[in-house]
């Protein structure tokens, strides 16, 4: 039907059963094994143990349980948050040429090259993550490569190599979390990428703009909330990573705080302690966003 | 991805900028090298299915052999564990597919009472590292005593794709013409035939591209898993645990086989699309 | 022409609309249609955006229903009937054609939602594919068509099903002009030879003129009149009907009714005769409408006839066949004249003087003044516009929005569920939250019951990694072999990877909360036995179902914390060490302060096992483990502590140390006897170092509550059979705490038999002099030990 006269609303219309149906066992799901099980972690995180090495634990608003996670992981955060942060500044950079490429210079074959980048996805991550051990390994390819081009020195200067070795060192770990998350930076960009009219980019030159000034005044601003995006969608499964660190890095000296939630858990049987620092990690992952959002004043997250 | 898309003609370069030109060179090379860095480690698990061992650890190239494609199932340990991801797989993502779809309906079609306060839910899971979601459902399900097991993991992995699925179908039902049904219900056809002839074959591509979606990521989800699995092995965690100790080639083989069927599945969508898009012109 | 019987119905008027009205919230969309269309009429509902004829058009199709009064289809009252089943059908705007149809299949839809037959359906469409003259493009898809061909589709889809009335919503809106004027024909002759209803909507009143036996004319909600074309253009109901349809000039003014003819006073002063009267009384205010084609120009001037008026050319334009002739009345009133050329009138130019007259008919009185004063429109473009019949008027009413008095409302529900939601949460988040303790044993006794469960089907095993024999190579291993004797189904389970790890994950997190862990039989090593015992998380060993427990090496029955082993029966026995991979080390090592050779820095690995590393060390210094103090702890945690900060240790690791050993990520670790024995490297060898070596043993135990006491009970007694365990040892390579296993060896010769006299494996007096098993910690001592340990592993 035309669209003109009338409010085509169709809130007005059928907002009465169905819709709200529809939406109740996912909106059930998620409260009950989303919400609720947040709250439990609130609760136990301001729980005490009863006894050392034990995981009873006695409900005492505790709240001295943050403060102590914040003081006492404070580097383990930073040293994840770091991390995170110069993969995602790196798969970014990285990804967005080959998103522009797909999304304006594939033609019909851009489905297919988006498809490929998603391949990775279906192997086991784990298995991508040993197959850089071997990668990185002392005698391995990588550090051939770079010693048979003279430039072991170089690297060791700027620290992308400590004493000729990469594996169980830091730049080790961000390789690997920009390897792993470089998909999911990759597709918000093209998507958005993709929406920019053809029109508008020829529109541009024809108004006597160079490529550089269209792409920083047109196609970059249109491209920005799938950078954003992006970019979300990588740092914060990054912060929380810890496979990386313990597959790649040295865990025992370089640990990460995803590492710290993981062993307090499961190897001491430390939940307060534990659920502390994963609220703690939360808190500051949103704050993170919040503050990247309204510095980009990007409302719509969606 | 089976969805076509027709495509933006690619941007018709201004004429003799040799700047320009130098830039597209660039921009080749930078994607053609971001596809071979996306694929060594793939082509890398790829090749080891050929190598032969003499050690437990399939690291080091030794030797040649098909011995191991002769025989993918060898190693049990690591079928079964491939046999139980995939069950945990398909249960989780049928229903995340379901409700999530449901969900994603609704919300696009309809003004609903708490729609942004939904859209909250939604999205918070994806904002959520994965070792929090994993913690806070191991705490609820040892508060709550249960045992921790094949439906622990089907539970967590039905919430996280969940998520996933709702915001792509939603995504993808937006720009659906909608008048489609009106037009069906004007031609005399009852809501329920409306359904299934009209509705379900508009949604259905990103349907199953959600569903696809939530495929990939419950297969290969270890953190989450490690936190309520109990004493299932799925395969990620198989890998893990035992890679301190052993990686038979078997495990390359299985995980290869899967590379290729995914592959597999993309390249026939594109032909496909590219078939269909072809006869509409 | 088809063969569908002509619509000769009893009742003439298919459609009524009574009293209806709709109102959205506070905004009314439609205030009161009041008419009725014919049967085979063709009906325009005309006017600009929002005027309402959309909503009353989705009133009668059913995607609307009135707020008030009724619409009634062939006599029936259908107001609430929702449109599949109202026998009305719609060609939508924007065709709305199923994409993943044919065009065949699309035309045939509506017959087979109401059940005709297939073949019959496609029958019928076909031939309304011919009425529309696309029979050839039957089976392609609605894609592959032009807009053009799309909406005769459209077409076609609603008129095979016969429809009372068809509806069409501005079907050619997005149709270029010269096949709008096309279309505009054919839907003429197809309506015609179906003789069906048709209700047209609109806002091009150039169409609705060309097409429409009848047109009712909209504006804000209200229906301004109906008639046939003629009657709306030559006697509009109002104003705006007059403004509306083509062009007009209209001049407000006073009515004065004295005297034999009515007279027209207009504001400009000039006074016409006016002619249907009718209506309207002396004094009303009024407006005169004067069509620009019913003007005649002449150069002589003319006296007041009131018929006539002077004027002043102000712009000519030529379009071809005619003029638009646009001049300067009295009192600057702009006014529009449409002449056919001729010579006479070819040679106007502006600025001359020349007098407008008309015939008294032409002369038409509307209701009210006019706020337009003049012609309606004497913008060229919007006079040509006009002239090509397209809409000029302005867009009409804003959407209506529900006004914020709904917010508080909203906020307050909002407020409420989240409340609710958050108690609710907290509620459940509290269930179970006093975890009782795992059930206490009772002690000694010796029959299944005591705490296990007598399950005898089923066995769940949780064991460290590569720590039995298996299947391979032709030989059967120990699992297989069980299941085969027994029947039992074994779940068999590597995962177990450090005790502290275990001890929270398959221990704590079961029996804290009060449930049992789904494992009937676990290998802890033996520190970590002595404190699952401490908290009574075991069950005491059913030994009636366990006859080769009399196969136990006696030594270990003396063991302080478990006197008797009546609560663990031990698996494995062996000894920590130093294994390196000779290509990395370019030497053989013999002792353990080797590992802190400089030549090997970055290159050196550390159990997180505390007691084996630290032990180690301990034994590197001088010191016995077995005897430790605070200060030899501290000593070598110590030295541990600057060897990780100096970079010499390159980590700390697990049991998966072999890989690095093999591939040069480690030159040399600290290691575990058995590993080292089965990798089939040449090049990573083990060496029991010359200060000694730290000793160590696991042990099987039952978790109490365990389901399947029975089972465990089987095994352990299997595992305990001399050929059984021999056939382990001979796998891993340990030392076995079972009697007569090397006597087993040596009866099968060959490699195997070699095992025998291996002294790792079957250490004599000598060599167990060498092994020191770690002191047992008072618990404070032990736990900042351990804290400080993985602080400086990095847990």
């Known amino acids: ?302 | 991805m089976t969805a076509t898309t027709t495509k933006p003609m690619s941007s018709t370069s201004s004429p003799g900028r040799p700047r320009r030109a130098w830039g597209t060179i660039v921009l080749w090379i930078v994607a053609i090298g971001g596809f071979v860095y996306l694929f060594i480690p793939l082509v890398t698990i790829a090749v080891f299915t050929f190598n032969d061992p003499e050690t437990k650890f399939n690291t080091s190239w030794q030797g040649f052999t098909f011995d191991n494609w002769l025989h993918p199932f060898k190693d049990k340990a690591f079928t079964d564990a491939l046999l139980v991801s995939v069950e945990v797989a398909m249960v989780a993502c049928i229903i995340a597919t379901i409700l999530g779809s449901l969900m994603a309906m609704a919300m696009a079609r309809y003004k609903m009472h708490g729609g942004a306060a939904m859209n909250l839910l939604i999205v918070l899971p994806l904002t959520t590292p994965e070792i929090v979601m994993g913690s806070s459902l191991f705490t609820l399900f040892f508060n709550l005593g249960v045992d921790r097991g094949f439906w622990t993991v089907v539970i967590a992995h039905t919430l996280f794709c969940l998520s996933f699925v709702a915001m792509t179908v939603k995504a993808r039902v937006r720009g659906l013409d909608w008048s489609l049904e009106d037009a069906a219900a004007d031609l005399g056809s009852t809501p329920a035939r409306t359904f299934w002839q009209i509705t379900v074959p508009m949604i259905i591509p990103g349907v199953l591209a959600a569903f696809l979606l939530s495929l990939a990521l419950s297969i290969d989800d270890y953190i989450i898993t490690s936190f309520v699995a109990g004493p299932t092995i799925t395969f990620p965690r198989r890998i893990f645990d035992s890679a301190r100790i052993a990686l038979p080639p078997q495990v390359h083989v299985l995980a290869t086989i899967i590379m290729l069927v995914a592959i597999a599945i993309i390249v026939i969508g594109t032909i496909a699309g590219n078939r269909r898009e072809a006869q509409n012109r | ?795």
């Open chain 3, 1 to 795: 022409m088809t063969d569908e019987p002509t619509l000769k119905a009893t009742t003439s008027d298919v459609i009524v609309l009574e009293g209806v009205r709709k109102e959205f919230g506070s905004f009314v969309a439609v205030e009161r249609a009041d008419f009725s269309i014919a049967r085979g009429e063709f009906f325009s509902m005309l006017g600009p955006s929002g005027c309402g004829k959309t909503t009353l058009l989705k009133m009668i199709a059913g995607f609307e229903q009135p707020s008030s009064g009724r619409v009634l289809l062939e006599g029936k009252d259908v107001s609430t009937v929702p449109p599949y089943k109202r026998n009305v059908n719609t060609v939508f705007q924007q065709y709305a054609l199923f994409p993943h149809m044919s065009i065949v299949d699309n035309v045939a839809f509506g017959l087979r939602s109401k059940k005709v037959p297939a073949a019959e359906a496609r029958k019928r469409s076909m031939e309304m594919l011919e009425i529309v003259k696309l029979a050839e493009f039957a089976n392609r898809r609605s894609t592959q068509l032009s807009g053009g061909q799309q909406q005769r589709v459209a077409l076609a889809r609603a008129l095979v099903n016969l429809p009372a009335a068809l509806l069409l919503d501005e079907p050619l809106a997005a149709l270029d002009l010269k096949l709008r004027e096309a279309m505009q024909i054919e839907l003429k002759r197809i309506q015609r030879e179906v003789n069906i209803t048709f209700i047209f909507v609109t806002h091009d009143q150039g169409e609705a003129l060309t097409m429409s036996d009848r047109i009712a004319v909209m504006s804000r909600g209200r229906v301004e009149q109906i008639g046939t074309p003629t009657e709306i253009y030559d006697s509009p109901a109002s104003i705006f009907v007059a403004g509306f349809i083509g062009s007009a000039n209209l001049l407000p003014g006073r009515l004065s009714i004295n005297g034999s003819t009515p007279t027209a006073v207009l504001d400009s002063g000039v006074n016409l005769e006016v002619s249907n009267v009718a209506g309207h009384s002396d004094g009303d205010p009024i407006t005169v409408m004067l069509r620009p084609e019913r003007i005649d120009v002449g150069r002589e001037a003319r006296t007041a006839d009131g018929r006539s008026m002077p004027a002043t050319v102000k712009d000519v334009i030529f379009q071809g066949s005619n003029l638009r002739v646009i001049a300067d009345g009295p009192a600057n009133t702009e006014l529009l004249v449409s002449l056919e050329a001729d010579d006479e009138i070819a040679g106007l130019r502006p600025g001359d003087e020349v007098t407008l007259s008309w015939s008294q008919s032409s002369a038409f009185l509307l209701k009210g003044r006019s706020e337009i004063v003049g012609a309606t429109t004497t913008d060229v473009d919007e006079v040509q516009a006009t002239m090509a019949g397209k809409d000029i008027s302005d867009k009409g009413d804003a959407v209506a929005d529900d006004g914020p008095k709904l917010d508080r409302r909203k906020l307050l529900i909002g407020g409420g569920v989240a409340v609710v939601a958050a108690v609710g949460a907290v509620g459940l988040s509290s269930i179970g939250g006093d975890n009782k303790k795992g059930s206490a044993s009772t002690g000694g006794d010796t029959s299944v019951g005591g705490g296990l469960g007598g399950g005898a089907d089923e066995l769940h095993i949780l064991n460290w990694t590569e720590y039995i024999d298996v299947t391979a190579d032709g030989e059967v291993g120990t699992v297989d072999r069980f299941k085969k004797a027994t029947g039992i189904e074994v779940e068999y389970s590597e995962t177990y990877n450090d005790n502290n790890e275990a001890y929270g994950k398959e221990f704590a997190a079961y029996l804290d909360a009060g449930s049992n862990t789904p494992w009937d039989v676990v290998m802890p090593t033996y520190w970590m036995v002595a404190r699952l015992k401490s908290k009574g998380w075991l069950a005491p060993l059913p030994f009636n179902l366990i006859p080769n427990y009399k196969n136990l090496d006696p030594s270990y029955l003396n063991l302080a914390w478990d006197l008797g082993a009546k609560y663990h029966l031990p698996w494995q026995s062996g000894f920590t060490g130093i294994a390196y991979n000779i290509n990395y080390t370019g030497r053989e090592l013999k002792s353990i302060n080797d590992l802190f050779d400089p030549a090997f820095k970055g290159k050196v690995g550390f159990l997180t096992e505390m007691r084996d590393a630290v032990g180690l060390v301990m034994l590197a210094q001088g010191n016995d483990p077995s005897e430790a103090t605070e200060d030899t702890l501290n000593e070598a945690l110590d030295k541990i502590e600057q060897a990780k900060d100096e970079g010499h240790i390159r980590r700390f690791h697990g049991n998966d140390y072999l890989q690095d050993l093999e591939n040069g990520n480690l030159a040399a670790c600290t290691a575990w006897s058995g590993d080292i024995a089965q990798t089939a490297n040449p090049d990573v060898r083990f060496v029991f170092p010359e200060e000694g070596a730290m000793n160590w043993f696991d042990s099987m135990v039952i978790p109490v509550g365990a389901a399947n006491g029975a089972a465990a009970a089987k095994w352990m007694n299997f595992v305990y059979d001399p050929v059984n365990a021999a056939r382990i040892t001979a796998y891993v390579q340990y030392v076995s705490p079972v009697v007569g296993v090397r006597e087993e060896l040596e009866k099968q010769g060959g490699d195997t038999a070699a095992l025998a006299e291996n002294p790792l494996l079957f250490p004599d007096a000598d060599v167990k002099s060498r092994m020191y098993v770690f002191a047992e910690l008072p618990t404070k001592i032990d736990q900042s030990v351990t804290d400080r340990f993985v602080t400086i592993t990095g847990g």
């Open chain 1, 1 to 302: 039907m035309a669209k003109d006269d009338t409010t085509d609303d169709r809130s007005l219309r059928k907002a009465r059963f169905a819709p709200y149906l529809m939406t109740l066992p996912g909106l059930l799901c998620l409260y009950l094994f989303f919400l609720v099980p947040l709250v439990t972690l609130l609760k136990i995180a301001l729980s005490v143990r009863k006894e050392s090495g034990s995981s009873d634990v006695d409900f005492q608003w505790k709240w001295s349980n943050f403060s102590t996670a914040f003081t006492d992981f404070g580097p383990h955060l930073e040293r994840a948050f770091i991390y995170a942060a110069i993969a995602t500044v790196v798969c970014v950079v990285v990804a967005y040429p080959i998103a522009y490429f797909i999304a304006f210079k594939a033609g019909r074959w851009a489905n297919l090259l988006l498809g490929l980048v998603m391949v990775p996805f279906f192997t086991s991550f784990l298995l991508r993550t040993i197959a850089w051990q071997s990668l990185f390994a002392d005698d391995g390819p990588v550090l051939g490569i770079i010693d048979s081009l003279g430039l072991l020195g170089a690297t060791d200067a700027i620290r992308l190599t400590t004493n000729g070795k990469i594996m169980n060192t830091p730049p080790a770990v961000i390789g690997g979390l920009i390897y792993n998350f470089m998909p999911f930076a990759l597709l918000p960009i093209y998507v958005s990428l993709e929406k920019v009219q053809v029109g508008l980019i020829d529109a541009a030159s024809d108004l006597y703009s160079s490529f550089s000034r269209t792409f920083r005044s047109v196609i970059l601003p249109l491209s920005m909330p799938g950078v954003v995006a992006g970019t979300l969608l990588t740092f914060i499964p990054a912060s929380g990573d810890f496979i990386n660190n313990e597959l790649l890095g040295n865990a025992a000296r370089e640990p990460v705080i995803g590492g710290v939630i993981q062993s307090r858990f499961l190897d001491a049987g430390d939940f307060p302690t534990a659920s502390a620092i994963s609220l703690v990690l939360m808190v500051l992952i949103t704050a993170a966003v919040l503050i990247y959002a309204k510095f980009l004043g990007t409302e719509d997250l969606a």
